[in-house]
């Protein structure tokens, strides 16, 4: 068996001069080979987040493989500050054609990973790198933002934890003196092990912690853009799938006809396969806020009048195995996971609970789920 060589603490610079940290995991041997690049902001040296979630990069190297696991601009080992999702594309550029001039490397390159992992792979497809070669990416998003706010309502519960989390780190990066350190890291664990109770404060912007714009500074970004703001439209495949050799993606959605008695409503919706023996699995969801559905900010209801909507859900690929149902839930809120809405006029993520009112939803038939097959569409 060919032994394994790990080059620890490597290092690149980016365009921009932001140094990079990688682990290096290849053949020992003095060959070049093909390389799989993992880039990460949840700490390289991790061996669960690094080697479960995909694959284990020393099972890669024992098969001929170069593994580059690199920790992202503004995380752990790497230099800068991190502007989320949106360095990806050039960092992503940078880093394949980093690895391609190692002297390890046959100049095939190929990127891979889940989550945000996926999205790094994503963006650094869209940068189309000339040794790039191939791309694996699993549950993850090609567009930031229909992750942050699905429909226009704010992905709250998620990432209220998930920024909570993240905060760790750059507390850790932060220039405060340590009891300062030690009292806002215990505000951190406070909050994370009562999340709902955390989440449930208006305004948003008002959280504890991730209010702070030096702990959290992507928090308040999200907060701050509207839908259809410029900072949304960045370059991502989600725009431009002609970035891709061969796009595959598996897209389903639901349309409704609905009416309320406030100008603004929620719709959330979760398609389920429904197992022979009742489980109910969780396929694919999404959720749209009325205001935004036309790709404004102020597209509101009128009292009684019905609208047909668009829900996109997630995308996703899935088999519904013969003998199983397929059920379509739909709901007005789904809090504390989305942001509630006020059923006002006001922005949800900026309104006080003095601003929110009730209101009744009624939906219309004929509704719709749309499925989309390779080759075929199933209505």
């Not at 041997?29 to 993992?38: I, T």
């Not at 390890?104 to 891979?112: C, E, F, L, M, P």
């Amino acid at each position: 068996m060919v032994g394994l060589i790990v080059d620890t603490d490597s290092r690149m610079t980016t365009r921009d001069g932001v140094p990079l940290a990688a682990d290096v995991y290849r053949p020992a041997d003095d060959a070049c080979h093909p390389v799989l690049l993992h880039r990460t902001p949840y700490d390289r040296t991790n061996p669960t987040l690094v080697s479960a979630l995909v694959a284990d990069p020393v099972w890669l190297a024992r098969r001929g493989y170069a593994v580059v696991v690199q920790d992202v601009r503004g995380r752990f080992g790497s230099g800068g500050e991190i502007d989320f999702f949106h360095q990806e594309l050039d960092d992503g550029y940078d880093a394949v054609e980093w690895a391609a001039a190692q002297p390890w490397s046959d100049g095939n390159i190929g990127s891979y990973g889940s989550s945000y992992h996926a999205m790094t792979t994503f963006q650094a497809v869209a940068a189309r790198p000339p040794h790039l070669r191939a791309a694996l990416a699993m549950v993850g998003a090609t567009d930031l933002a229909p992750t942050v706010r699905p429909g226009g309502l704010f992905e709250l519960g998620f990432l209220a934890t998930y920024a909570l989390s993240h905060s760790v780190e750059a507390l850790r990066r932060a220039d405060l003196p340590g009891d300062e350190r030690a009292a806002v890291l215990g505000r951190i664990a406070t909050a994370l092990a009562d999340p709902v109770s955390a989440v449930t404060r208006l305004p948003l912007t008002g959280l504890d912690v991730l209010g702070d714009r030096a702990i959290a500074p992507f928090w308040s970004e999200w907060l701050d853009h509207e839908p259809g703001d410029p900072y949304w439209h960045r370059p991502t495949l989600a725009e431009h799938p002609d970035r891709v050799d061969v796009p595959l993606l598996q897209v389903v959605a639901f349309r409704d006809f609905m009416s309320s008695t406030a100008p603004d409503a929620d719709v959330c919706a979760t398609l389920v396969d429904i197992e022979p023996d009742g489980f109910a699995a969780g396929v694919s969801e999404g959720a749209l806020r009325t205001r935004y559905r036309s790709g404004g900010v102020a597209d509101w209801l009128a009292p009684g009048v019905v609208v047909e909507l668009a829900v996109p859900l997630h995308q996703t690929a899935h088999t519904f195995r013969v003998g199983h149902r397929v059920r379509l839930e739909i709901a007005g809120a789904n809090f504390p996971r989305l942001s509630r809405n006020l059923h006002t006029t006001v922005v949800p993520e900026r309104g006080t609970e003095a601003d929110a009112v009730i209101a009744e939803h009624t939906v219309h038939r004929p509704s719709r789920l749309v499925l989309h097959t390779v080759g075929r569409q199933l209505t």
